[in-house]
């Protein structure tokens, strides 16, 4: 079955720098990478995602990268401000139909430093 | 995004006894699914509640373990039977977003504690 990898487990950068984060997947037909972001005590909130026909996708301060050869994706996060701390979860998913459940990575702790 | 809400939100419960947990959509989803997270850990899907059939269990959980209802396209209920104290974790269902591809949401989660 898939098998999802994520790094790093923690990082800690700076406000303003940037974040990166990334993951592979074994199961080369997955075809559908969300990330979310989960606060402490909170559920995990989606937070962008990309399908398979496309190789980035940018939502303001957020962006996805995919590269289906080498199996992996990763997310940016730039100018980062103290309130994106938090846990980031990549998964993947055959998607659609039946066969719609994520298989998540490990997670990576977050902390920006004001 | 569909409206999603569980009851109860937290419990603390014996060893040897079981709970179910509720999950309540505000609109008609095909696709529930119910995942734990461990304290501190990423999450782990149970199953694949469907409705009208038998749930679809992964790989190491059982449904003597963790049975589960989907009356309607509306409405999913997740039990741990036999509870341990290793079942203490947060259980979580989620929903397919209508009209999305594959976008899923979450419940805010029930967080048991089981002594």
């Known amino acids: 079955g898939e098998n999802v990898e994520q790094h790093p487990s923690t990082l800690s950068v700076q406000e303003g720098d940037s974040a990166v984060i990334k993951c592979t997947y074994s199961?080369?037909?997955?075809?559908?990478f969300p990330w979310y972001k989960q606060e402490l005590g909170k559920r995990p909130q989606l937070i962008i995602d990309?399908?398979?026909?496309?190789g980035e996708k940018k939502d303001q301060r957020i962006a996805v990268t995919l590269n289906k050869t080498a199996k992996h994706f990763s997310l940016h996060i730039t100018e980062t401000q103290p309130e994106d701390s938090a846990v980031y979860f990549c998964?993947?998913?055959?998607?659609?139909?039946?066969?719609?459940?994520?298989?998540f990575g490990k997670g990576t702790k977050l902390s920006v430093k004001p | 995004s569909a409206v999603i809400s569980q009851k109860p939100s937290r419990d603390i419960c014996q060893r040897g006894t079981s709970l179910t947990i509720q999950c309540q959509v505000d609109?008609?989803?095909?696709?529930m699914f119910w995942y734990r997270q461990q304290p501190g850990q990423s999450l782990t899907l149970i199953a694949t509640?469907?409705?009208?059939?038998?749930?679809?269990?992964e790989s190491g959980f059982v449904i003597d373990k963790f049975p589960i209802s989907r009356p309607n396209l509306t409405f999913s209920t997740l039990t741990v039977s036999n509870m341990s104290p290793e079942d203490s974790s947060i259980y979580l269902c989620?929903?397919?977003?209508?009209?999305?591809?594959?976008?899923?949401?979450f419940g805010p989660g029930t967080r048991l504690t089981v002594l």
């Open positions: 998964a993947a998913s055959k998607g659609g139909g039946s066969q719609g459940n994520l298989i």
């Open positions: 990309i399908r398979s026909n496309v």
């Open positions: 509640a469907n409705q009208g059939s038998e749930a679809t269990y």
């Open positions: 199961d080369s037909a997955s075809n559908y």
């Open positions: 609109s008609q989803v095909t696709m």
């Open positions: 989620s929903v397919v977003g209508g009209g999305s591809y594959n976008e899923q949401f």
